[in-house]
Structure formats: structure tokens, C-alpha cells
């Protein structure tokens, strides 16, 4: 039985009816998870993979946020290290309270399905996976990071960075170096909202496909999030203009 696309997002839209339609985190999550469900498509159309997996894709980026609204009503905070991992969480809901079921009725794709969404939000994708479902979860963190990126330049400063003003803001040290050499950054180490916005920069070095790329590239991303922010500390400043100059050159590659 082929994936029913359209079944599924019906069945997205029935269950978020039962949270609150007002509150702003659960439309901005929404509307998230859709442009992720569609930039998956792309991703998997670009990469000419078969039908049957590009509409995998796509029904991996209707699910991959699934845990989020009952962290949102749980714990109201997005913040997984406050609250709970949202990937496993998902996978909870999906596969232990079967909800699964509700958007596509056979199981074949079960596994690939909950492997994408437990490695959506690590910081690597686990080693032992096979061919099909390392792609899958290479498409859903691409396309994941994808739309962050459009919420960085759109979106609210306070809401995404914790302040509404970063200028006085310094990046530190070890985030510094670590954006530099390791191409990584630890999160535990960072301290300042600028250290945040590094670590968003950094995104480039994770990106698993040329579509990806060209995408970012495509919608202006790295330049308008660079845009944005100007700092007082002439040497945040300096740092700020070679992330800014190396993620560009990332972005750039062929």
C-alpha cells in the first residue's frame, strides 16, 4: 500500500486541534513542521530518489516535531535540556502510545521512520545504520536546519536568541575556537546569546547535501542572519565577520 500523503496530513491537522490554537509557540511549531515536511520533499526530489521515498520524506517531516506539543504543554518551553528531548519524546508518542497508526497503516516503515526522528536532534547520526535509513535521517536533519535557518532571519531576536538586543553581547572564547577548528560546537560551553548565534552559524558544517546548500544559498540565509547583528566589542566584531566569511565560503561550495 503506497504512503497516502494527504491521509496523513489530515490526520496532522485532527491532532493538533487539541492544543491551543492561540498560543504562539504551538502555530510557530506548525508552521515549522510544514515547511520541514516540504523542504524534505524537495530535498528528495532534488536527490531523485523513488516516489515511495519522497513521499517517506515528506510524511518524516510531518513527524519529526511530533513530541513538541505535548513539551510545550508539559513544560511550556522548547528547550530540551529544561524539559525533555523532543525526538525521543516523539518517538513515545508515535510508536508506545501506537499513534503511528493514524497516519500511514502499514508498518514497513516503521524503523526508518523512528531512526529519522531519534536522530533529527542529535548531535550525530548513530553509527549502524543502513544506506536507506542514514538518508533518511540525513534529509530530515537537512531540511530541519533548512527552516531554522528561515526562522533565524525572520523571526522574533528575544524568542530565538533570549534578548532583543545582542550588540553588547561577546563571543567567547572556546565557542570561538571551537566554530574555527572543530567545525562543532559543544553547546554545553556556551555562555552568551552571541555563543548561541554561533552555534547556528555552524549549522553549515552539518549539511549532508548540495540541494541543502543550495537552497540556504538560494534564499540569502547566511547573509541576512549576518545582516542582523552588529557588536560593540571590536574583537566579537572581528570574529563575528570570519564565521560569518568562512560559513559563506561553506555554503558556496560546489
Excluded at 523513488?50 to 520524506?57: C, N, R, T, W
Excluded at 540525513?138 to 528575544?158: C, P, W
Excluded at 549576518?226 to 559563506?248: C, G
Amino acid at each position: 500500500m503506497p504512503i497516502d500523503i494527504l491521509h496523513a496530513k489530515q490526520q496532522f491537522k485532527e491532532y493538533v486541534k487539541k492544543y491551543n490554537p492561540e498560543d504562539e509557540k504551538i502555530k510557530m511549531k506548525i508552521a515549522h513542521i510544514e515547511r520541514v515536511s516540504q523542504y524534505s520533499k524537495k530535498i528528495a526530489e532534488n536527490l531523485n530518489l523513488s516516489e515511495e521515498d519522497i513521499k517517506l520524506a515528506e510524511l518524516i517531516g510531518l513527524l519529526h516535531d511530533i513530541g513538541r506539543f505535548e513539551q510545550v504543554r508539559l513544560y511550556h518551553t522548547f528547550v530540551d535540556k529544561d524539559s525533555i528531548n523532543h525526538g525521543e519524546y516523539g518517538v513515545k508518542v508515535l510508536f508506545e502510545d501506537e499513534l503511528i497508526r493514524k497516519f500511514i497503516e502499514e508498518d514497513k516503515f516503521d524503523k526508518i521512520i523512528k531512526l529519522a526522528i531519534l536522530n533529527h536532534n542529535r548531535a550525530k547520526i548513530e553509527s549502524g545504520l543502513t544506506e536507506r535509513e542514514n538518508l533518511h535521517a540525513k534529509i530530515i536533519r537537512d531540511a530541519d536546519k533548512t527552516d531554522i535557518f528561515y526562522v533565524l532571519v525572520t523571526g522574533d531576536k528575544k524568542a530565538i536568541w533570549e534578548k532583543a538586543d545582542l550588540s553588547d553581547d561577546k563571543i567567547s572564547d572556546e565557542i570561538y575556537r571551537e566554530f574555527i577548528e572543530d567545525k562543532e560546537i559543544n553547546y554545553k560551553e556556551r555562555r552568551t546569546s552571541a555563543d548561541i548565534l554561533v552555534s547556528h552559524f555552524n549549522y553549515v558544517y552539518d549539511l549532508n547535501f548540495k540541494e541543502t546548500r543550495q537552497i540556504i544559498k538560494e534564499n540569502q540565509y547566511i547573509d541576512k542572519l549576518y545582516k542582523r547583528f552588529t557588536f560593540n566589542d571590536a574583537e566579537t566584531m572581528r570574529r563575528f565577520n570570519e564565521i560569518y566569511r568562512l560559513a559563506k565560503a561553506k555554503i558556496e561550495e560546489e
